[in-house]
C-alpha cells in the first residue's frame, strides 16, 4: 500500500518534504528558456537535485494543461524522471458523478500511473467511491486548504454547530476502511491542524502553504504529523523551484544548469534539516 510505503520513506529519509513541481515559464530561469524541451528539463534539474530529501513529488496539472497536448507530453517525460522509490501525487482535483469519476480514476491510476490523487468531497461519497477502490493507492480529500477562500464554505457553521471542515474530516475517517484515504490540510491554519490530527490520526495529511503562502514550517511539523511521527507530507513548491535558483550569493542571475542544481538542492536539503529539529 501507499501508506506503508510513504511511512517507510518518511522514517528511512528523515523527511516528509513533497515537493510541488509547478512549472511557470515566467519563473523559469532564462537558461531553460532556451533549450528544446524547457519545462521537462527544468523538472528534471529539480528531481536530480532533491530526490535524496524528497518524499513525494505533487505536478499540478493546471501548470500543464494549460499548455494543452505539449503540456500533457511535458507531465509524461517528467513523470519517467522520478524515481521509483518516491511517491507521485496527481494534484487534479477532480470528482464528478460516479460513472465520470471511475474514467478519472482509470486516468491517474492506471493510465498515469500515480501513487495518490487530490478530490474534493463536496459531490459526495459516489463522486470519491471509484477513486477508494483502488485499496493500493491513496486519495487525498480536501478538507481545509491553505487559501484565504477557505472561509467562503470550509469553514462556513453547520445547523449542529461543526464548521464543514470537521464534516468533511468525519467522512473521511469514514471513508478510510481501506487504510487509503487522505486529507489536505493547510499549514496557513496551525491550530486547525492540530484539532483535525488529534481527530484523525489514522488518515495521511498533506499538507500545503508553507513558504510562499506564509505557512510556519515547525508548526506544520509538530501539528501534522501522527503518533509515530509520520503520516504527513509538507508540500513546498515555489520555495524550492524558484526563491533559491534565481540568483547566486553573488546577485548574479544563474545561468548553468549545475549552479542551479546545487542551489535547489541546498534548498530542499535546509528544509529537511529544519524538518528534522522540529520532530518530538
Same mark, same amino acid.
Given at each position: 500500500m501507499v501508506k506503508e510505503k510513504l511511512n517507510s520513506l518518511i522514517a528511512a529519509k528523515k523527511s516528509m518534504l513533497c515537493i510541488g513541481?509547478?512549472?511557470?515559464?515566467?519563473?523559469?530561469?532564462?537558461?531553460?528558456l532556451k533549450m528544446s524541451d524547457p519545462v521537462a528539463t527544468f523538472n528534471r534539474a529539480v528531481i536530480e537535485a532533491t530526490h535524496q530529501f524528497a518524499v513525494a513529488y505533487k505536478p499540478n496539472f493546471a501548470f500543464y494543461e494549460s499548455r494543452g497536448a505539449a503540456g500533457l507530453g511535458e507531465l509524461e517525460r517528467t513523470l519517467e524522471f522520478i524515481p521509483e522509490t518516491c511517491i507521485t501525487i496527481?494534484?487534479?482535483?477532480?470528482?464528478?458523478?460516479g460513472n465520470t469519476s471511475k474514467h478519472y480514476a482509470t486516468a491517474f491510476f492506471e493510465i498515469w500511473k500515480f501513487d495518490c490523487v487530490t478530490v474534493p468531497p463536496y459531490m459526495g461519497y459516489d463522486s470519491i467511491s471509484p477513486f477508494l477502490s483502488y485499496s493500493d493507492k491513496l486519495t487525498f480529500i480536501l478538507c481545509l486548504t491553505s487559501n484565504s477562500g477557505s472561509q467562503d464554505f470550509e469553514e462556513a457553521k453547520l445547523e449542529n454547530g461543526q464548521r464543514l471542515y470537521e464534516r468533511v474530516l468525519e467522512k473521511a475517517v469514514e471513508w478510510n476502511k481501506s487504510g487509503n484515504v487522505g486529507v489536505v /490540510? &493547510? !499549514?496557513?491554519?496551525?491550530?486547525?491542524? *492540530?484539532?483535525?490530527?488529534?481527530?484523525?490520526?489514522?488518515?495521511?495529511?498533506?499538507?500545503?502553504? /508553507? &513558504? !510562499?503562502?506564509?505557512?510556519?514550517?515547525? *508548526?506544520?511539523v509538530r501539528n501534522g504529523i501522527d503518533a509515530n511521527g509520520g503520516s504527513a507530507l509538507i508540500n513546498l513548491s515555489r520555495a524550492i523551484l524558484y526563491d533559491p535558483a534565481q540568483k547566486s550569493a553573488s546577485g548574479i542571475a544563474v545561468n548553468?544548469?549545475?549552479?542551479?542544481?546545487?542551489?535547489?538542492?541546498?534548498?530542499?536539503e535546509q528544509t529537511v534539516t529544519e524538518m528534522r529539529t522540529h520532530l518530538p
Open positions: 513541481l509547478d512549472p511557470d515559464l515566467e519563473k523559469i530561469p532564462p537558461l531553460f496527481a494534484d487534479a482535483k477532480r470528482a464528478d458523478i /490540510v &493547510g !499549514a496557513t491554519k496551525p491550530e486547525q491542524l *492540530a484539532e483535525l490530527r488529534k481527530a484523525a490520526p489514522g488518515l495521511v495529511f498533506l499538507i500545503p502553504g /508553507v &513558504g !510562499a503562502q506564509g505557512g510556519d514550517l515547525r *508548526a506544520a548553468d544548469l549545475d549552479t542551479f542544481k546545487s542551489r535547489v538542492a541546498v534548498a530542499a
